[in-house]
């Protein structure tokens, strides 16, 4: 079965930066989009970045493009979100998502708290 795991939330002062990890398994990691998502306090779950399996095709929010990268380790089925120049408003819980089988898939989040 599908599974997500996300590591390396925590707190990041304003300007900092921070690495997320998703670990998955279940699925053919290498020929797969991966998404991450996030969803900060009052509001709903959103599109922050993707990268296309097979060609590696990144897009991202236009709020974090320019600091944050999606990359993924094809050897290690893992995906990561690098966080550069962190704000206040990245506070979010941050999920890692994929879509397989008409059904979209969530790991458990990893909390991001900015804050000086």
């Known amino acids: 079965q599908v599974q997500l795991v996300e590591s390396g939330g925590g707190l990041v002062q304003p300007g900092g930066s921070l690495r997320l990890s998703c670990a998955t398994s279940?699925?053919?990691?290498?020929?797969?989009?991966m998404d991450w998502y996030r969803r900060a306090p009052k509001k709903g779950r959103e599109f922050v970045a993707t990268?296309?399996?097979?060609?590696?095709?990144?897009d991202y929010d236009a709020s974090v493009k320019d600091r944050f990268t999606i990359s993924r380790d094809n050897t290690k089925n893992i995906v990561y979100l690098q966080m550069n120049s962190v704000k206040s408003e990245d506070t979010a819980v941050y999920f890692c998502?994929?879509?397989?089988?008409?059904?979209?898939?969530w790991g458990q989040g990893a909390q991001v708290t900015v804050s000086s």
């Open positions: 279940g699925f053919p990691f290498r020929s797969t989009d």
């Open positions: 990268i296309s399996g097979t060609y590696d095709n990144l």
């Open positions: 998502s994929v879509f397989r089988g008409g059904k979209r898939y």
